[in-house]
């Protein structure tokens, strides 16, 4: 079946069965290619993608490495690579993943909050603000990721303790997601 379509087609069904839930499916497509096309950033992204769903962040930085070592303005791949470093606390790597997903994607949301997020992370909430401010900002339109960032930021502003505004913003981002 795999031979008679194209790999855009087989890319896009192993994305489609990620977006379901299905992420072994998904794997087990991008596998009967990847070997015939190991530098493909996409294979690679949606491969990565899989394997973070996983909470195999290790392979996955490795994979999404070789997805911007071939398509270095891939966004999405800098922005989940970020995500990858920041699960493994390389947290200055996190920031460079995502300062550069925001170079070749400046009003996309998920790499500012994913930045702000460096800062929870660090212990430095201050140094995020203006990241989950602007990841807010980004996403009025899409209450489930702006609950996701609204969350964040009331993170930021409870170790600041910012009581009222940290849990004011808390309790509407559990009740929006």
Known sequence: ??????????????QQL?????????????KQVIGQHPDNPYLNYVYATNLMHQ????????????????HPEFAEAYNN????????????????????????????P????????TYINEGCPEGG????DKAIALNQDNPAQLAKCE???SLMLLEMGQFKEGFDLYDSGREAG
Not at 129 to 132: D, H, P, S
Request: aromatic share 12%.
């Open 110 to 117: 998920d790499p500012y909050n994913n930045l702000a997020g």
């Open 55 to 70: 909470g195999n962040f290790g392979l996955a930085a490795v994979l999404l490495h070789n997805a911007v070592r071939v």
């Open 129 to 132: 603000l203006e990241y989950a």
């Open 1 to 14: 079946m795999l031979e008679k379509v194209s790999l855009k087609e087989v890319i896009d069904h192993a």
């Open 18 to 30: 990620q977006m379901q839930g299905y992420i072994d499916q998904s794997t087990q497509v991008i």
């Open 151 to 153: 969350w964040n930021k």
């Open 81 to 108: 690579l970020a995500v990858c470093y920041r699960r493994e606390y390389h947290i200055e790597w996190a920031r460079e993943a995502c300062e550069k997903a925001m170079k070749y994607r400046d009003n996309w």
